[in-house]
């Protein structure tokens, strides 16, 4: 008698699952790297600033004129506010990739549920299978044990 087949009834929901585990892990690193996009930004605009004091510094030891100090002070000025802006959506980017992070977890979580609920079926199913075949095999012993006494 040939073993039945194994058979996960929640086949469809376990593919569902990995499915949206990818679609999180997609997002998850969509938003780790717009977090690394705005890291770069803000050191190149602290890069920008020591330059700027830098060249300022220089300028010092001679004359300068006050339009020159002007547009130093301008330009440090925005380079500050601009620092101050991508803290603040440095921050924001850090927190949006944290919720995916979390989101990706939870349906990580979800899917080796599926799977360990799956294995389990499937030793179940195995063990099962063992245990017909013994029987079955027990039956042909008892039965070849019977044919030895009835010709013996």
Same mark, same amino acid.
């Given at each position: ?53 830098? /060249? ?34 440095? /921050? ?61």
């Amino acid at each position: 008698m040939a073993a039945k087949r194994f058979k996960f009834r929640l086949e469809p929901l376990l593919k569902l699952r990995r499915h949206r585990e990818k679609e999180r892990q997609k997002e998850h690193s969509a938003a780790a790297a717009e977090v690394r996009r705005q890291k770069q930004e803000l050191q190149t605009v602290d890069h920008n600033r020591l330059t700027a004091l830098d /060249h300022q510094r220089q300028r010092l030891t001679g004359r300068i004129s006050v339009a020159e100090a002007l547009v130093y002070s301008r330009y440090l000025m925005k380079l500050k506010r601009q620092r101050l802006a991508g803290t603040g959506l440095l /921050h924001a980017l850090e927190k949006e990739a944290e919720r995916k992070r979390r989101k990706l977890i939870e349906v990580a979580r979800e899917r080796k549920t599926y799977e360990l609920l799956k294995e389990k079926q499937q030793l179940r199913h195995r063990q099962g299978i063992e245990k017909q075949e013994q029987k079955e095999l027990d039956e042909v012993a008892v039965t070849s044990h019977r044919r030895g006494k009835k010709t013996g």
